[in-house]
């Protein structure tokens, strides 16, 4: 895979990008640390601070690290007829990191809770720290992408009428040091599965670590590989123009074809800030 990044930017005024989707031409943000889903235009405009959480008098800015919902994953919903964004806690702390909103409006916003899926998902054998980046919607289903590391292995999380199916997800070495999914995205059409990863010196799932680096790659015939115990990636990138930044999550602009597509990223180094990315793949 080749990659080439077309237009990039820093939001000083997004903290901490954790999630990122397109939705009706609109652009929506969410930080792990923030009472905020920030929605911005084609043009990278930033049209609306919407709030998710509760916001008490005068409460404007991040949510302390032992408090914060993280919410790490988000992606669109379909189901009965409507459309979401549907944006899950990493579940990496109990019970402030296992909720799930569905946000159909800023006048809808409907919050749930997790902690006995995730309490499921915390008994798996593979899982030694439970820490939900990515989901995506596939036939109906839901599938979670839980982070790996230098602790763990990475792995795809089938969620089917409370049913739990955990298949491992090998990844690269960035540095020498395993990578994590952070973010993933599915294009039906193609039955294409796109993620980014990045690794981090750290030896668990609640505390960052120095960043090394991030990658973006593909799973294709995802349908088939669904199938089995352990799903193999087909190619990747590692993204050496963007050093010292954590990829979070991606967004399909566009699929030109099985080997051409456009991506939005967002990245948070742990400052505070957040980089916006929009990366052409070739493979």
């Not at 009428?161 to 040091?177: F, K, N, S, T």
């Not at 990863?197 to 669904?226: H, P, R, V």
Request: net charge negative; with cysteine; hydrophobic share 40%.
């Amino acid at each position: 895979m080749k990659y080439q990044i077309n237009k990039q930017q820093h939001f000083l005024n997004i903290p901490s990008g954790s999630g990122i989707e397109i939705w009706n031409d609109s652009i929506y943000i969410v930080g792990d640390d923030s009472y905020f889903l920030y929605k911005l235009d084609k043009n990278w405009d930033l049209q609306a601070k919407l709030p998710l959480l509760p916001l008490a008098a005068g409460e404007q800015g991040r949510i302390a690290k032992k408090d914060k919902a993280d919410l790490e994953a988000m992606t669109l919903w379909e189901a009965a007829g409507e459309t979401s964004l549907l944006l899950l806690g990493s579940g990496s702390k109990s019970p402030q990191r296992d909720f799930a909103y569905h946000f159909f409006s800023p006048e809808k916003v409907i919050q749930k809770t997790f902690t006995l899926l995730y309490d499921k998902l915390r008994k798996v054998p593979q899982i030694v720290e439970l820490n939900i980046e990515a989901a995506i919607q596939w036939e109906g289903k839901l599938i979670l992408c839980q982070r790996g590391g230098i602790f763990q292995q990475n792995a795809l999380i089938l969620i089917e009428d409370a049913q739990v199916e955990c298949m491992e997800l090998a990844l690269p070495l960035i540095a020498g040091i395993q990578s994590g999914i952070s973010g993933a995205a599915y294009c039906a059409e193609k039955d294409l599965f796109l993620f980014c990863a990045s690794a981090e010196s750290t030896t668990d799932a609640y505390n960052d670590g120095e960043i090394l680096g991030s990658l973006i790659g593909k799973i294709t015939n995802f349908s088939q590989k669904m199938k089995k115990k352990q799903v193999s990636i087909n190619d990747f990138v590692i993204l050496g123009e963007i050093p010292k930044q954590k990829i979070e999550s991606i967004a399909m602009i566009d699929v030109i074809s099985d080997t051409e597509m456009v991506l939005l990223a967002v990245a948070d180094n742990d400052d505070g800030s957040s980089f916006l990315f929009e990366i052409g793949i070739s493979c």
